[in-house]
């Protein structure tokens, strides 16, 4: 008999894990305690128009990238999809000229020497980094590496590109900066904090240079952003439909409440249906779970040891989170500046943390995508939040936060979109609190864990846990980089677990 997977949560990492799987012959049944499958990539609809939760872009469609090669072993089509170019217009306080990050990296070298001036051995220095890097991570090193087999693939990754890296790989961009004389460029360090927090949670000064290094570049051709048509949600059922094509299971409205582990093993998991309340208990041979790394310490029920102790000490010893208060609008094409490009960033205060409300990230529908009726548009924008400010509260003092946000985001909107009583047709707001009761994940934090250097590589989340056979996907195993982050850390479990066998 085919050995028996379960995997906890149907985002997009438990989803292309569980697909492969299937693919590969094993019996995978997928538990999803939401109505929809996707995770923090999936789509409610209001009124006709179709709004993407939290992820609105996707990265890994291009010849080699990650979603197109686990689409090509899955043997079905990518989903349509327009590259997005600029993939970010960023507007810095009080200024009308946006910094516009150009697909074509000739066009983004003349755009960033223009707008920051002097700075171009910075750039040439973080292009080198990514070349090195991006070869790399293509040969497909587990990182970190738990086992033997693990630090072959590690080793037999490397080679002398790599050994650029060396001397950088203890480094912030922060230093990098310094080391180039310009840590005193405040425009820059803006521009950097801006971009860097979207992906690594993180500022300049925080953000380890090589992950910085890639982040900063794929959304240059030949790598690049893309806009998917319909809406985020299309990415989800195609993994679904792969899924059920090699015999896989996809039970939504089912939610995992304990985890549980004899003899340095998960045994069985307690599964509870989400309408009726009933419980059930399910074994397999292999668990693997697509869940925060927050949220699997709370589902685990392990015997007492060494390893799982350090384990618990070091995730409870993590810095904190981000969360996301988003604003949801759906509006009349009118409300749209001409030339507005699809993703926007905007930041409002000077000197001033970007996790405090004072920025958003701005994507908008365009017209003919699916999101939205003829004439329409969609506004999805968002901010970083503290979490903890959302959890605790009255009824009373949570309508007026999230009303005092909205009120302060559509503010801040109407600056550049023509925002009206007759443009505006819908809006909605979420909170922290409202990713977790839909989403599960623990206080509603979004994007991982932050990528500092003592969280990056080598010493980040290992995909694999302490118990044997256990495994993490998602946003804390490989952070940053969206729904394409998510499915390299499922690959990286599918080829740990065949080789297991």
């Keep these: 008999m085919p050995h028996s997977i379960i995997v906890i949560g149907a985002g997009i990492g438990g989803l292309t894990a569980g697909a492969l799987l299937a693919r590969r012959g094993y019996d995978v049944t997928i538990y999803e305690q939401a109505r929809v499958p996707g995770g923090c990539a999936s789509t409610f609809k209001r009124q006709g128009f179709s709004f993407d939760v939290g992820a609105t872009q996707v990265a890994g469609l ?11 072993e899955l043997g079905i089509n990518l989903p349509t999809a327009t590259p997005c170019d600029p993939a970010c217009a960023v507007f810095l306080p009080h200024e009308t000229e946006p910094i516009q990050v150009w697909r074509d990296s000739k066009r983004w070298q003349l755009e960033r020497q223009r707008q920051f001036p002097g700075s171009e051995p910075f750039w040439q220095l973080m292009a080198e980094l990514f070349r090195a890097s991006w070869n790399f991570q293509g040969r497909e090193p587990v990182l970190p590496p738990r086992n033997i087999w693990d630090f072959w693939q590690l080793i037999s990754a490397l080679r002398l590109d790599t050994l650029i890296t060396v001397p950088f790989a203890l480094m912030t961009v922060g230093d990098a900066l310094r080391l180039y004389g310009l840590g005193n460029d405040q425009r820059l360090k803006s521009f950097l904090d801006l971009q860097l927090k979207l992906y690594s949670q993180v500022n300049a000064d925080e953000t380890a240079l090589l992950y910085a290094a890639t982040v900063l570049a794929v959304s240059q051709a030949p790598q690049g952003l893309y806009h998917l048509h319909g809406s985020m949600q299309v990415l989800s059922n195609c993994l679904v439909e792969a899924l059920e094509k090699y015999g896989g299971k996809l039970k939504l409205g089912y939610s995992i409440e304990n985890i549980h582990s004899q003899n340095n093993r998960v045994e069985q998991v307690t599964i509870r249906h989400q309408k009726t309340r009933e419980t059930s208990i399910e074994t397999a041979d292999h668990f693997v779970a697509n869940v925060t790394i927050q ?6 029920d392990p015997p007492p040891s060494l390893f799982w102790g350090l384990y618990r000490n070091r995730v409870d010893k993590l810095p904190r989170s981000s969360g996301a208060f988003v604003v949801y609008l759906g509006v009349d094409r009118q409300a749209i500046p001409d030339g507005c490009p699809p993703h926007l960033q905007f930041l409002y205060e000077n000197n001033q943390p970007i996790s405090e409300n004072n920025s958003l990230f701005i994507s908008v529908s365009e017209p003919g995508d699916g999101r939205a009726p003829k004439g329409k548009a969609t506004i999805i924008a968002s901010s970083f939040t503290d979490p903890q400010i959302w959890f605790h509260q009255a009824p009373e003092a949570y309508q007026a936060l999230k009303q005092k946000y909205t009120s302060d985001a559509i503010a801040r909107l109407s600056s550049y979109f023509h925002l009206t009583s007759d443009t505006l047709i819908y809006q909605e707001a979420a909170t922290p609190y409202t990713f ?7 206080k509603g934090i ?4 932050g990528q500092r250097v003592s969280t990056f590589g080598p010493f980040g989340i290992a995909t694999r846990t302490p118990l044997k056979n256990l495994w993490l996907v998602g946003d804390s195993t490989h952070p940053g980089e969206g729904t394409a982050g998510v499915s390299y850390s499922a690959l990286t479990v599918v080829r740990q677990i065949s080789i297991s066998q």
Excluded: M
Excluded at 62 to 72: D, Y
Excluded at 295 to 300: A, F, G, M, S, V
């Design 436 to 442: 977790a009761r839909f989403t599960a994940r623990d």
């Design 446 to 449: 979004v994007g991982g864990i």
């Design 295 to 300: 949220n699997l310490i709370k589902l685990l």
């Design 62 to 72: 291009e010849p080699g990238g990650v979603h197109q090669r686990v689409f090509a």
